[in-house]
């Protein structure tokens, strides 16, 4: 999803929460004064809603957002950042067939060349749990836009989701080898206001996108594929780098358990469970058949 505050112009003020709270209120009062002058109309008119709306969904305020984002595609129709914000609203709050509908409207109105809204209905279809269609939108963008290091990965691991682990691997090997580090530069405006200010000091920022939370995901997905076809030396290096990253860890302790390094797994094991807080009885009964299958079955029940 592309960086919202930088899209549409809008300063984020980096202080406690009562002065970010009269901050935005302030914001949101000169955006009223824009919108009801009746000097606004198309584009300005609806970015100016938008703006006011984005400040909403920041104070999770999802009813007055709604408001101002139906009134900015009221007033623009065409706008395609417009169904993109009412479609990420929709997912903020569960209403999935909705942000589907949006985005594919956001699809619709792209340039050609624009693979940023099929990424981002990929993204919702995976939280709808229907992988195969996210992967043929992550397979539509990335035809407008093969070098895209991000759809790749991401299609990778919906590929992983989906269970197709020969494609998978093929898409995940590819995207380890190529991590760029850093996504992109965003630059936002920030402002730092403090007690004694009447008016906050505001300046754009450098701030780099860096490809970590992607790779973590991707060595926990590349990992679980390995140590289920049984390459539990390559998954256990694999899920030592993914961390703690969607159960990564016991499934490093398992692996380790199959190398014969009892103590280590058993930790693992132990180490993940209380950080998903899972009983930890209830994560080695999960696995108990493929434990007993170890030589460090004794090590773990007895």
Partial sequence: MRCLSAVLGLALLLTVSGARAQFYNSERYKLTEQIESGELSGDALATAYLKR???????????????????????????????????????????????????????????AGDPQPYFFRAEIWEQKGDYAKAVADYDAGLGRDPKSWAGRMQRGLALAKLGDDAHALEALDEAIKTDPKILRTEHPREC???????????????????????????YRSRGVILFNQGAYERAAADLDRAGYTEGAMVYLGLSRLALGDCKKGYGNIRQGSDHDSIDLDDALAKHRDFIMKTTCASYVFD
């Fill in 192 to 218: 730092v206001r403090t007690q004694a200010q009447t008016t906050p000091n505001c300046k754009t920022v450098d701030r780099p996108v860096y490809t970590d939370e992607l790779m973590l995901r991707a």
């Fill in 53 to 111: 709306g984005y400040l909403w969904m920041l104070e999770h305020d999802g009813k007055d957002a709604l408001e101002d984002i139906n009134q900015a595609i009221a007033a623009a129709p065409k706008m395609i950042l417009a169904y993109e914000l009412r479609a990420e609203l929709f997912k903020a709050t569960g209403r999935i067939d909705e942000a589907i509908d949006d985005a594919a409207q956001a699809i619709t109105l792209a340039p």
